[in-house]
């Protein structure tokens, strides 16, 4: 991802690289960096990058409320786009920190999964040897003009 983001002269805003942990455990982590970090208020925009699985494509499934044009945007830009509405339906049973973000950060943005091999995912078999490679889909930053 910060390799991508480097080589990109797109960009007019500084960009912020969160890893953290704890989602599986009621999303702390973001509600850690929203509640109490100084660059929180000045983050405008999120770009959620998710697993539900062990790689393979990745899958636009969720945005916030009227934010229509990220999904028209990605769809645009992104060689064979793929997408789902199951995030956005709150259909599955699981959270993501994208909806820490949209809620209570108040934050536009997108949330992006990898859901190949889904069966692995949290279980003995969810091992590197599992994981197909992935990347940040470097396509996707011209989607976004509000950056």
């Not at 970090?37 to 699985?53: Q, R």
């Not at 830009?77 to 049973?93: C, D, E, H, T, Y």
């Amino acid at each position: 991802v910060m390799r991508a983001l480097a080589q990109w002269r797109g960009l007019r805003r500084p960009v912020i690289l969160m890893l953290n942990g704890a989602e599986e455990y009621f999303v702390q982590g973001s509600h850690s960096f929203l509640a109490g970090h100084p660059w929180a208020d000045d983050v405008e925009f999120v770009i959620n990058m998710d697993a539900a699985g062990a790689g393979g494509k990745e899958a636009l499934f969720q945005t916030g409320p009227s934010q229509g044009w990220i999904a028209r945007e990605y769809a645009a830009v992104v060689p064979r786009p793929a997408g789902s509405v199951f995030g956005q339906a709150n259909l599955i049973p699981s959270d993501t920190d994208f909806r820490v973000y949209r809620d209570y950060g108040n934050l536009h943005g997108a949330d992006i999964c990898f859901w190949r091999n889904g069966y692995v995912y949290h279980t003995k078999q969810d091992n590197l040897e599992a994981v197909s490679p992935v990347r940040f889909p470097v396509c996707l930053l011209p989607a976004f003009p509000r950056l």
